[in-house]
């Protein structure tokens, strides 16, 4: 390809983002960030350190690196049509990582750039056309991904669009500098990568495999589906030619699986490219929104394209027989959990309708299971006597009909919990999580898989929070403290209990499946 014009370096300003280096007898301050607050004279600088005290500070301009913008350039699909063609019978097996290392690299080496900024600079020439433009979509992805097969799946989501011609996607190893350093400090994440993605406004998560997707086990997608909750971007799915095909396929099977599944991404397990990324992103995440809640705006984000996915599935059947579907009863569930509560009630209903003309008994567990999503359902929508009255009788059957090691059992006895709760009856509901843990504790004694680790989980923060709301901190510790002893060889990074006020309403069917992994 042609050879690339060098890029020039820009000096410090006011409001720019730095890393501190060698400040004098500040040797802790090494890689903390910074924003420029001043320009006091050509050699010296005052600064406000990242963190919640904010510390101001002047040092002298040689112990700052300023930190990279977040790249407003794009790529459209001819740049990656043309980059392909560049180097056919050379891209066949190799990772998105290795094409960034063994081709984008080397030939963006003389510049010293990003090679999006290189062919931008060939654009103003006049010797290239139409390669680059302003990034309108974010594209979300892992390098682990073989890139010919990130390539079809862009190509495919692009096409969908109207106006493809006009698409430019941010794909970080064509937009971003390869040659700098790839550690960033939080205040870079929390405000240059967070922002530009809003900027955008559109994000797109390349979902592969789409029965176990990568991006959800790594940090930096996390990070980046996070940051979309966030800015409130729209984001899209993209899906490559034979994951597409297999979908269609192989969707209703796995339906429940992938609901399942979303229980256990955590960025806690997350794995990133580079250690300290995933170090940062962690505590970054911890010290804005917290862990927990972290975990529930990105499984919120991917239910809700499992949602659309499933009702465009259920309306391609006849109405008589969508009831029968696999992908009935866990789509209801997860609108359940998405808080689309009226919906969720008239799927319940339904199925509930359908299973006393298959003759299923009242004590059936797909009945009891049925009957505690749409308590839940009715509790949702404010309805908490009515809720509270077939919980109840729900949790009657259950006693009476199912041994105590059922699943169902613990599900309405916590569904109960949750909604006595609601109603401000604490005493009550207190009894009644602890009742929920203590079968939790039966059925799972050594919490050894994840999907156990995870509902057990959410079972002590149940109670911890009501014992919080009655004024027993003490007790509610106590809960937590249980729980960590008996999961003690449990890996240290995933035994953070989450943070006050999170009560969890058990979807009934929503326990981890294990395409994720089944263990830790």
């Known amino acids: 390809m042609t050879s690339l014009p060098p ?16 400040v004098p007898r500040r040797a802790e301050l090494d890689g903390t960030g910074a924003r420029v607050l001043a320009i006091v004279t050509p050699d010296e600088l005052e600064l406000e350190l990242e963190g919640d005290a904010r510390e101001r500070l002047q040092v002298h301009a040689s112990c700052v690196a300023k930190l990279a913008p977040f790249p407003e350039t794009g790529i459209s699909l001819a740049c990656l049509r043309e980059f392909c063609a560049a180097y056919e019978g050379k891209l066949r097996r190799k ?49 682990k991904y073989e890139f010919l097969d990130l390539v079809d799946a862009l190509e495919a989501y692009i096409l ?46 390349v ?3 789409w029965n176990a997707p990568i991006p959800l086990t790594r940090s930096w997608c996390l990070w980046e589906l996070a940051s979309v909750a966030q800015t409130g971007a ?9 994951d597409a095909a297999s979908l269609e396929k192989g969707l209703p099977k ?45 499984i919120g984000l991917v239910r809700e394209w499992l949602v659309h996915v499933g009702r465009e599935m259920l309306a391609k059947l006849p109405y008589e027989e969508r009831a029968k579907s696999p992908i009935f009863a866990p789509l209801s569930e997860i609108l359940n959990l998405q808080g689309h509560y009226l919906e969720a009630e008239a799927m319940h209903r339904h199925y509930l309708k359908m299973l006393t003309q298959w003759g299923t008994s009242n004590a059936n567990v797909k009945t009891l299971k049925t009957l505690n999503n749409l308590a839940l359902a009715l509790k949702g929508q404010g309805k908490l006597e009515e809720a509270e009255e077939m919980q109840r009788e729900t949790l009657y059957t259950s006693r009476a009909c199912l041994r105590p090691h059922e699943q169902v059992l ?25 009742k929920a843990l203590e079968l939790s504790y039966s059925r799972n004694a050594d919490l050894s898989e994840a999907k156990h680790y995870y509902s057990t989980l959410a079972l002590v923060e149940n109670l911890a929070s009501v014992l919080r709301m009655l004024g027993k901190t003490d007790a509610a510790e106590k809960v937590h403290q249980d729980f960590l002893k008996i999961r003690r060889h449990r890996d240290a990074q995933l035994l953070v209990a989450p943070g006050p006020g999170a009560v969890t309403e058990h979807s009934t069917s929503v326990g981890p499946s294990g395409l994720l992994g089944k263990g830790f």
């Open 7 to 22: 890029l020039q370096d820009a000096s410090v300003s006011e409001g720019d983002l730095v890393r501190l280096s060698g």
């Open 95 to 143: 990772t998105t990582d290795e094409v960034c290392r063994y081709f984008i690299k080397p030939i963006t080496a003389p510049s010293q750039s990003s090679l999006a900024e290189a062919l931008q600079r060939l654009e103003e020439s006049g010797m290239h056309n139409g390669l680059t433009g302003k990034a309108n979509v974010f594209i979300s992805h892992t390098l």
């Open 410 to 434: 613990q599900e309405s006895t916590t569904n109960l919990g949750i909604i006595i709760q609601a109603r401000g009856r604490l005493g009550e509901a207190e009894a009644l999580h602890r």
């Open 234 to 242: 729209r984001l899209d799915f993209a899906l490559g030619t034979a």
């Open 207 to 209: 979902l592969s495999p």
């Open 254 to 298: 796995k339906f429940k699986a992938l609901v399942s599944d979303l229980a256990l991404v955590d960025i806690r397990r997350a794995l990133a490219h580079h250690h300290p990324d995933k170090k940062i992103i962690r505590e970054v995440a911890e010290s804005t929104i917290g862990l927990n809640e972290f975990n529930a705006q990105v």
């Open 160 to 205: 969908s669009l109207p106006a493809p011609e006009n698409v430019y996607v941010w794909l970080d190893v064509f937009v971003v500098n390869q040659h700098q350093s790839a550690v960033r400090p939080k205040i870079w994440w929390t405000e240059t990568y967070q922002r530009g993605i809003g900027n955008i406004g559109k994000a797109c998560l």
